[in-house]
């Protein structure tokens, strides 16, 4: 329930998922993308759950394949949901690189490059009964959804 300690090879495989169109669009940003004026609370939540949903993903033995059985689902619906994701990702590499672009929806998921991600982790703390990879999720959501919210909000204004 708390997850056994050890290294999760499909916890790296979704943090790389994760990371690599990160450290691309550090090259990439959007025209006039700015962290300035972020709720501080909000920030602090999703850096709080993003270490949490790090050391999670890395450390818990538990997200490693298993016998198929009906709680594999989960972890088919958590990959398709980061395949998504990284379509998403190729989609705004592509696109003019705006601010609405990065805060786009996609296939009717809101700033879908803030959500897809963390229900994805969500799902990956179900499938291995994880508790505390489904806390450390929700307050990323909590701090990474709000904040991109936040930004559509100000373009949309």
């Known amino acids: 329930m708390f997850g056994h300690l050890g290294f999760s090879y499909v916890g790296t495989a979704f943090m790389l998922m994760l990371l690599i169109p990160n450290l691309i669009w550090?090259?990439?940003?959007?025209?006039?993308?700015?962290?300035?004026?972020?709720?501080?609370?909000?920030?602090?939540?999703?850096?709080?759950g993003e270490i949490f949903v790090t050391c999670c993903a890395l450390l818990c033995a538990d997200f490693n394949l298993k016998e198929w059985s009906v709680w594999s689902l989960w972890l088919v619906l958590a990959f398709v949901l980061m395949i998504t994701?990284?379509?998403?990702?190729?989609?705004?590499?592509?696109?003019?690189?705006?601010?609405?672009?990065?805060?786009?929806?996609?296939?009717?998921?809101?700033?879908?490059?803030?959500?897809?991600p963390v229900?994805?982790?969500?799902?990956?703390?179900?499938y291995g009964k994880v508790v505390w990879m489904l806390l450390a999720s929700t307050i990323l959501g909590i701090g990474h959804i709000g904040i991109h919210l936040q930004h559509r909000k100000e373009i949309n204004a």
């Open 26 to 48: 550090m090259k990439k940003q959007p025209q006039g993308y700015s962290a300035k004026g972020e709720n501080r609370i909000l920030s602090v939540l999703e850096r709080m």
């Open 85 to 116: 994701y990284e379509i998403w990702w190729i989609r705004y590499f592509k696109s003019a690189r705006k601010l609405a672009d990065f805060y786009s929806s996609f296939l009717f998921v809101p700033v879908a490059g803030a959500t897809l």
């Open 119 to 126: 229900i994805a982790f969500f799902l990956l703390g179900i």
